[in-house]
């Protein structure tokens, strides 16, 4: 399985997925060129993405919807979360949607969205947890996630960043709430929960640019895995700052 993280965080999300012959694409919150230049990695064009799965209807996931009009592409979201969308291809939580070589699972995430949706990818025996955009992990969530070999864990904020940083009181509360993000702190609680013998990597996404940094999320990480005694030392543990793009899967 090839990922590419063309993008990730409140300036625009979209990712890249390839298995075999098949490639999806979740979210569309950036430009047109932002996702060619993804696809350039993977020898592909627009014509070669198969699906595209939208998390939720904030703009920073959705804003490049408009792009596809001409796109041959099937579009799949959590019902109500997309005006448009043929009822064939809302997702319904536990229904896996099956795509050329690809399977997606789709899992409620706890957002302030209408019907927000997070994913396991399964193709050519790899499993792949994608989770953002949420402020806890519930129960359905955490147990399909697992052992994955591939992880996509949001870690937006430093907790103490965020509480002594500028936003205003109502936003603080907002992102720290059960339907806002996941800390550094929650996120790599919850990642020692997941991890097994399978797992090979994980990234840190959604990175806050006023609340947090790369190299926060990552020391976060690596501090919480040592106090629960969790031995990740053969996992790649990579966080991606805002608008850079990632490679990973079997491209890593």
Known sequence: MDIVFVSLGSKGNATLIRQGETIIQIDMGVSLRSVKQGLSVLGAGV????????THEHSDHIKGLPLYRKATMDVYAGKGTLPSLDPAHQLHEGEAIQVGELTVLPFRSS????????????????????????GLIKSTGVALLHDCNYYLMESNYGLKELMEGPYPPVLKRRIHGKKGHLSNKDSALYFCEFFGPKTEQVFLGHISLENNTPEL????????????????????????????????????
């Open 111 to 134: 957002h302030d969205a209408y019907n927000p949706m997070n994913f396991i990818i399964l193709g050519g025996g790899k499993k792949f947890g994608y989770v953002t955009d949420t």
């Open 217 to 252: 999320a990552l020391a976060t990480y690596q501090e919480t895995l040592r106090e629960e005694g969790v031995d990740c030392s053969n996992v790649k543990i990579i966080a991606i700052p805002q608008l850079t793009m990632q490679i990973g899967g079997s491209l890593l």
């Open 47 to 54: 014509s070669d993405i198969s699906a595209l799965f939208v």
